[in-house]
């Protein structure tokens, strides 16, 4: 229970760079679970674990957009690892989901990277909204406007 609250703290908490890498890890993580459940010989286990796999790859491929390179190569990526798990499943193969999360491994990483520089750098200046805002109040038959200006401060419009 106090993981899944941490997860669920940790994915409000999260900007769209740590979403994505968390995602990958949960990947990664589901993966190396699959190894376990072949070592025990836990069947049922394996076969769920493999199927979440599954889907956090459908939910990876159903964000790419367009035909860009990347958005191509991760594709190929991502059907290669689906491949992967499928020889892995049918066979009980070990070798197949460790080569999956090597080849998974890199792109988590990037993305890990990513988020670590976003969080050094200082937060994007107020530029990027507007520089005036304006309110209306309505009293007693009259209508009052105000504007905030420069200095924070609402004033009579």
């Not at 769209?16 to 010989?41: A, F, H, Q, R, W």
């Not at 076969?47 to 367009?66: D, F, Y």
């Not at 594709?75 to 998974?104: F, G, H, P, Q």
């Amino acid at each position: 229970m106090i993981e899944k609250e941490y997860l669920a703290n940790r994915v409000a908490n999260a900007n769209n760079t740590e979403l994505v890498m968390i995602v990958y890890e949960g990947l990664i993580d589901t993966l190396e679970d699959s190894i376990d459940y072949i070592n025990v010989g836990a069947d049922k286990k394996l076969n769920t674990s493999l199927q979440k796999c599954r889907e956090i790859l459908a939910e990876l491929l159903s964000t790419l957009q367009g035909d860009s390179e990347v958005a191509s190569n991760l594709r190929s990526i991502y059907i290669y690892v689906n491949r992967l798990i499928t020889e892995a499943e049918n066979n009980k193969d070990i070798e197949k989901l460790k080569l999956a999360i090597k080849v998974i491994n890199p792109i988590y990483e990037g993305w890990k990277e990513l988020s670590e520089k976003e969080s050094k750098e200082p937060n994007a200046p107020a530029s990027d909204g507007p520089k005036i805002v304006a309110g209306m109040t309505y009293g007693k038959g009259q209508l009052n406007d105000y504007v905030i200006d420069d200095e924070k401060e609402w004033q009579k419009g």
